[in-house]
């Protein structure tokens, strides 16, 4: 859909289990790259944290099902 819109996404095969640290670590390092960094981060997972991004912690995440 990004891409049909002209835009540009970082698409990973089978997804990202955001529950692994190094699978999200990895994504986010692969988007960094790509785009020389990230301007907007949007959070469409069920859960929300509020906060500072650099505040929050992984620990304060739920296990993912």
């Known amino acids: 859909m990004v891409d049909d819109l002209g835009g540009d996404a970082i ?34 997972a069920a859960v929300q944290r509020f906060g500072a991004l650099d505040d929050l912690r992984h620990s304060a995440w739920p296990p993912c099902a």
């Open 11 to 44: 698409h990973v095969r089978g997804g990202v289990h955001l529950s692994d640290l190094a699978q999200g670590r990895d994504w986010v390092y692969a988007a960094v790259e790509a785009h020389d960094g990230i301007d907007t981060l949007y959070n469409i």
